[in-house]
């Protein structure tokens, strides 16, 4: 069965410093990847989406994840982290049937100050 | 324009009960998934509608059922509520009906279903 998995289940960085959010999808042949965030009491939003273009995919807000087949990964970055990114990140996979989505189990990323 | 629109936000209910919850999608959306989504987990898949037809079914047991009206707005409904069905249920708005065209994801903010 697929699954997506997320290697960390909460993140703390500094306001100002690099954020990592790791994913690791299952193998597929081309696959659809995806990075949602779901702020406290808020839907969930789409950060970026990649669909079999540019490896380097850039989001919103200052986002960007690098797609690499060789490892499986799809993980999440953004140089410099401010308050407002506090949120709980989704990694998600399109599954093999057209219609389902396969979610990540959430990276909860934390601010300090 | 307006976003995924899901009523109610927040409701209260007892085992054994039943419950409708009420999803609009974006304008001129075609497609209708709705996601369960429990304290700390990811979302998991309930149903997709597409064209007012089901196109695909996680696994979720009988009590949950769904239909989508002509003007593509949906409905999902679970019945003898349990305990465990206490979560946040997500609609998601889609131009077609699926991910593979590329198209973006709409979700909306769900509603809040406490079993008590």
């Known amino acids: 069965a697929q699954s997506v998995t997320q290697l960390d289940s909460h993140v703390s960085v500094s306001e100002g410093t690099p954020v990592l959010l790791r994913c690791n999808y299952s193998s597929s042949y081309s696959p659809s990847l995806f990075w949602y965030v779901q702020h406290p009491n808020k839907g969930l939003q789409l950060l970026l989406k990649y669909t079999s273009a540019a490896t380097l995919v850039k989001g919103i807000n200052g986002f960007e994840a690098e797609f690499k087949k060789s490892e499986t990964s799809f993980h999440l970055t953004k140089p410099s982290a401010h308050m407002s990114d506090a949120a709980e990140y989704f990694c998600?996979?399109?599954?093999?049937?057209?219609?389902?989505?396969?979610w990540g189990a959430g990276t909860k990323l934390i601010i300090k100050p | 324009d307006a976003g995924v629109t899901q009523s109610p936000t927040h409701l209260i209910k007892t085992r054994g009960q039943q419950v409708t919850l009420r999803c609009s999608p974006i304008s001129g959306h075609k497609s209708v998934s709705w996601y369960q989504q429990v304290l700390g987990q990811g979302p998991q898949f309930i149903f997709q509608y597409y064209e007012k037809e089901e196109r695909g079914r996680g696994n979720f047991p009988d009590r949950f059922s769904a239909r989508q009206f002509p003007n593509y707005s949906s409905e999902l409904n679970v019945n003898a509520l349990l305990l465990g069905d206490s979560a946040l249920y997500l609609c998601?708005?889609?131009?077609?009906?699926?991910?593979?065209?590329?198209?973006?994801?709409?979700f909306g903010e769900g509603s809040w279903l406490t079993v008590v």
């Open positions: 998600v996979q399109g599954g093999d049937s057209n219609y389902q989505l396969i």
């Open positions: 998601a708005s889609n131009l077609d009906r699926g991910h593979r065209t590329g198209n973006t994801i709409y």
